[in-house]
């Protein structure tokens, strides 16, 4: 049988969702080692969306193959048991053998965090980007407004890139600030390497009056990565959802 999971991470203390040759601690590797104790044989995981080091996860969602005999109780309950207190599994479904996690996605969302203070929080600190400076929210609304639709996103590609294609197509850019916190919401059906975090960069520098709105445009035309802003800090990231048909 094929069994699907959401899964929720606190990215910090990892290096990254994928398992990596030289050992260190990943996403992946973890909810592996949870799900074979569980199984009682070796599971391999397939995830919606890698994350980078120090990225969060609200619904991760995955699956694996097996043909042990458990409900699925045994693998939520189970599962969770042998994971660490910075991952969890949120909800466990039986899917048809042809279902995967990252193919079978027809969109994705991510959101950004900023701590916007002009003073640090210590409790904030691994949740948020800590920006003290004060921020245009409307100038980044207008900004934002460009990239929504289908559009070549070279410039905010991250140079480790493995995507076939640069064009993707933002279905929504939202910007919400609430007391001292404020939150960039994106929806596309596919994001290249960086490119969230590319995008973040750009908008701060708006944000913060260095750049006129329009040098948005100009950097999305240009289709290079060298005319965009700074990759914005990882811990504001949040890998929020990925969207199916039939899940």
Not at 172 to 178: L, P
């Amino acid at each position: 049988m094929k069994i699907a999971l959401g899964v929720e991470y606190f990215g910090t203390d990892f290096h990254g969702w994928q398992i990596q040759e030289n050992g260190l601690r990943t996403v992946q590797g973890v909810v592996e080692l949870a799900l074979s104790k569980v199984a009682d044989h070796s599971v391999r995981v397939f995830c919606s969306g890698r994350t980078d080091a120090g990225v969060h996860a609200k619904e991760q969602v995955i699956h694996f193959e097996t043909e042990s005999n458990r409900d699925s109780k045994a693998w939520l309950f189970g599962g969770n048991v042998n994971l660490p207190s910075d991952v969890n599994f949120t909800w466990v479904k039986e899917v048809s053998d042809d279902f995967h996690a990252r193919f079978d996605a027809y969109a994705r969302s991510y959101q950004y965090k900023i701590h916007n203070h002009p003073v640090r929080s210590s409790l904030k600190t691994n949740y948020n980007f800590w920006e003290p400076r004060s921020l245009d929210i409307k100038k980044m609304r207008k900004a934002a407004d460009f990239l929504l639709g289908e559009h070549d996103f070279s410039a905010f590609r991250g140079n480790l890139c493995q995507a076939k294609s640069p064009i993707k197509t933002v279905e929504s850019i939202e910007i919400i600030k609430t007391d001292d916190t404020i939150l960039i919401k994106i929806k596309a059906n596919a994001f290249l390497h960086h490119m969230v975090r590319n995008i973040v960069g750009t908008l701060l520098k708006i944000g913060r009056d260095e750049r006129e709105i329009n040098w948005m445009l100009s950097v999305l035309q240009s289709k290079d990565r060298k005319q965009a802003g700074p990759t914005a800090e990882p811990q504001g990231l949040y890998f929020v959802k990925a969207f199916y048909h039939d899940l």
